[in-house]
């Protein structure tokens, strides 16, 4: 096998699993640290995809990564606190069943908005062309989505690790009622987060638009392979849906130079490996 | 005729006066079909209280043994064809269900929801055996002990007996002890432990029971459309059963059945009418989870009271 090829399969890796960590990133806030296990998280993804598709051809890409997570952050706050909030009480079944129908519901409203052909997009102008790397060539695009995507996640770590608010909320997660007594309003906050975390699979979506293009069923595959992350990288660790992320991404991407019937079916083994063996993942500590 | 007996006398009426109304006999196998699936999760969600989101797999294994049966070897007779087909279904359901059953909560659902997409992927790669997603193609409708069954209003019969008997032993099974200790473990599964249930024991044979009927289902569909398509292990079909169980009610397999009768007919009917439907799925499903708990049955209840 040829060096060159191995080496380009590792950088597809490296932005393949940047795009699963930063989903993952999400569904961790939501499902690790808020303990709701959003079977949707894959639909916002192609939502903002979609999104960012109109965003884009009115006011250029720059804004559509700006649009797609905005719009789709308050349609998931406001699906929260209409709803999902509330059937908190009635444990995890409901809540998984509640966000099953709502994938229904998103990608059905894709097909009514912007019907069920694919979509493509071009590379966005600027951002054609790639880096010389020997005898093969490295697309631009994708060196500016690996930064992108590195520099949010990083943000969202210095504000769960680094700032009061991210204090407040690891409080709030902790201990609900002590964090409510001293004056916060952690129904408000957590709705807030909830939608931070479905803005972060939105702009996922949008970042991964111009490389993939799109159509109503993105989200299933990702909605999968998110939770393979998270189940892997550990319920509720930032890190762990970093490195799993990554790890999938690259496990995915070696698997189909070397074995390629088998890189979908390696990656549930190990999900149903850690989840028998080690069901608190590589990073967890519950 | 005891109190119980009188809606099962009223079922076995409507199935078998149901052709002489809606004159689509394949419709209405593919209805009872998915009521046997529907029923089948029912089991496991309303009464151990475990939602499980691989039931795609226990039907695959199902239509998968049956169809290879029937495609492969000559003179397989259709009662031996659905033995197969529970035995298949049952074993995968033995394993998910064994290594499921010691995970807690969400964890156990991760879990079948990763052995969900492993048998999806495998089902595709492995197309030298399924076909991959070409679906096994070639599937025969046996004969009876010498009936024809290769007309669809014959196989509705057929397939309405076959749902009639799995469907009553089924309820005998949730009246028995068993399913009591069932509901216990749904309540509270440390109390039940603590009175001596091997509560383990019990999740698995209900896994088992649920395998088996889903393993019939698969292969009841595998011979009404003479293949198995890939979709059949698809993680949508999963996710159909679970919407099929919650729609009519999940906490009796006539609610099941109510739902899947609902289904089948919202996506035959509607999907002529409106292609959206899915949407409309989708809201009332929403709707069941978020105010009636009990399914579309609840709604009959409170008239009658």
Known sequence: ?286 | MTARGLPFAILILLIAFAPLVVHYPELLTQALIFGLLAAAFSLLLGQLGFLSFGQAVFNGLGAYAAGLLLVHVAHVPILLALIAAALCGATGAAIVGLLASQGAGVYAVMLTFAFNELAYYLAFQLRDVTGGDNGLRGVVRPALFGLDLSSNVAYYYFTATVFLIVFYALLRVIDAPFGHVLRAIRENEARARTIGYDTRRFKVTAFVISGAITGVGGALYAMLYGFVPLETVDFTTSTNIVIMGILGGIGSPYGALAGAGIFTLLSDRLSHVWAHWPLLLGVLFCTVVMVLRGGVLQLLHVKRA
């Open chain 1, 1 to 286: 096998m040829e060096p060159s090829l191995i080496a380009i399969e590792i950088l597809n890796g490296i932005v393949l699993g940047v795009i699963y960590a930063l989903v993952a990133a999400g569904l961790t806030l939501i499902f690790g640290m808020l303990d709701i296990p959003n079977f949707a998280h894959g639909a916002f993804y192609a939502l903002g995809a979609y999104v960012a598709y109109t965003a884009m051809s009115h006011a250029g890409f720059p804004l559509a990564l700006i649009a797609a997570p905005l719009a789709v952050g308050i349609v998931g706050i406001i699906i929260d606190a209409l709803f999902i909030r509330r059937l908190a009480r009635a444990g995890h079944t409901y809540q998984i069943l509640f966000t099953l129908g709502l994938v229904l519901i998103v990608q059905e409203s894709i097909v009514l908005i912007w019907g069920p052909n694919p979509l493509s997009v071009e590379i966005p102008r600027g951002l054609t062309g790639g880096i010389a790397l020997g005898l093969i060539s490295f697309p631009y695009y994708r060196v500016f989505l690996v930064v992108v995507a590195a520099l949010l996640i990083a943000a969202v770590w210095i504000v769960l690790e680094r700032t009061k608010l991210g204090a407040i909320i690891r409080a709030g997660i902790e201990d609900p009622q002590m964090v409510d007594a001293i004056g916060y309003d952690v129904d408000r906050l957590f709705t807030i987060v909830f939608g931070v975390g479905v803005a972060l699979a939105a702009i996922a979506g949008a970042l991964v638009l111009p490389l993939r293009g799109g159509q109503p069923a993105m989200g299933n595959e990702l909605n999968a392979l998110s939770f393979v992350v998270v189940v892997i990288g550990g319920l509720g660790s930032f890190a762990g849906a970093v490195v799993g992320g990554i790890l999938v991404g690259l496990v995915q991407s070696l698997m189909s130079i070397v074995f390629p019937a088998a890189d979908e079916v390696a990656i549930f083994v190990a999900m149903a490996v850690v989840l028998l063996v080690r069901p608190q993942g590589l990073f967890g500590r519950r």
